[in-house]
């Protein structure tokens, strides 16, 4: 069963052609890696999928239903949560209170003022130690390390508890350690039934994760397979050589 599929997807920035007929389908349960090189349309697709701009056209079809158009309510409502390349989290509350207003869907000062119940807590509790923030909760999210708050934007979409979660390049930037907890948290994604969508330059991680690779290059699918199949192609190399 597919999740996700999207069919002749086509976006344009001006005279970009960001996503050119792009067609594609992403197996409920999978880890499904996004890989090109840079402005090759990853982070726009992700930014397709997760409701945040609409395309221009195509389909897309989720869970068998094909959207005519997917907002960002529609995404958190099918269960898609995403991270982004560049880092978003508030920068002004401290990491306990980012993670809290997930779980109580509140808008960010009736979250503040909440108290918080202890199911709340423990949910949030249990995320911190899967993050490896648990002696930062009181922190600033301004205050921490450029990988603790990615860290922390991960946290935040696996409080939302979706089915499809698009991380854009989780990894980049950050020390082994912390790449480790990541990696960990997408094996446990997908033990648990989930689906990920990983965008990432690393091949090691790509071979090590991810069931399915999907290639794009200038918008376009240039193959899609098992990473073992597809990274030894000689399209595939010339595409990341030429970069
Ligand atoms: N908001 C935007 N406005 C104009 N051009 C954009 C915008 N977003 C992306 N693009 C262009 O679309 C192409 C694909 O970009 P992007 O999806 O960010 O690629 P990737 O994530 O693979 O590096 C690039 O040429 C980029 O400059
Ligand atoms: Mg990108």
New binding site residues.
Partial sequence: MNIIEAKNLTKH??G?L?IDRLSFSVANGTITGII?P???????LTNILSGMIPKDNGMIIIDGVALERLKSYDARRYGIARTFQNVRVFEQMSVLDNLLVVVTERNVWGALFERHGEYHRARVLEVLERIGLRDKQTALARTLSYGQRKLLEIGRALLTDARVYLFDEPFAGLFPEMAKLIVTIIHELKADGKTVILIEHNMELIRELCDTVIVMDSGRLLAEGAPKNVLKKREVLEAYLGE
């Fill in positions: 920035f001006d970009v960001a090109g840079n402005g090759s349309g990853k982070t726009t």
